[in-house]
């Protein structure tokens, strides 16, 4: 996905829209009950555990970006309702699918978990966007540039990064694999330097 990086940044700096208290309409890929992965992970958390600078992410908070809507402040509920109706005929449509996750690599503000095969994850989320312009004149967020990851650290301060890769590479257990078998809109907040949420909804794949 990308080379790695002499130097780490603080992952957690304010975006556009966000601040303490926001809470965001997304769509994710989550793991619950993928226990070759939450092994994998754990490998990783083991080995960054004297890595300063670094946020674990434990089982429960792993998960795939896919799509953003927007702050809750701006999107109603109807709308999110809608989109997921929308949503629900166009994933059916798609089957579930396995990812091999891992291995982990430095980027500037995370390491991350690279996914393969990355095109089952692209049509889930063509179809999001896809529904999403059935409810929407316009579609947030840019169709393309999109890479599937996950991460399994985020980065919390300045400085280098060769201890998180070197650490990194004790790691050898990977690739983990995960059945999906959903996607899900959640409710997503960062306010304690980790990404939490509630669910939604979640949408069945075919």
């Not at 798609?94 to 980027?107: C, E, M, N, S």
């Amino acid at each position: 996905m990308t080379d790695t990086p002499a130097r780490m940044a603080n992952h957690w700096w304010w975006r556009p829209g966000w601040t303490t208290g926001t809470r965001w309409y997304t769509w994710h890929l989550v793991f619950d009950g993928a226990d070759d992965l939450h092994g994998l992970a754990a490998d990783y958390r083991h080995a960054l555990a004297d890595v300063p600078g670094l946020d674990l992410v434990p089982d429960r908070w792993l998960h795939l970006t896919m799509q953003g809507l927007g702050s809750t402040d701006e999107v109603s509920a109807a709308d999110a309702r809608a989109i997921v109706d929308a949503a629900t005929s166009r994933l059916a449509k798609i089957p579930a699918f396995d990812l091999a996750l891992g291995p982990a690599i430095v980027t500037p503000e995370a390491l991350l978990l690279t996914v393969d095969p990355a095109e089952p994850v692209h049509a889930v989320r063509s179809a999001i966007r896809a529904a999403i312009a059935d409810v929407w004149p316009e579609v947030p967020e840019q169709a393309d540039g999109f890479r599937p990851h996950v991460s399994v650290a985020y980065s919390n301060a300045d400085g280098p990064a060769h201890p998180a890769a070197d650490a990194l590479a004790g790691v050898t257990t990977y690739p983990a694999t995960a059945r999906i078998t959903s996607a899900e809109l959640i409710v997503l907040g960062r306010d304690r330097r980790m990404y939490e949420w509630e669910t939604a909804a979640r949408v069945p794949l075919g």
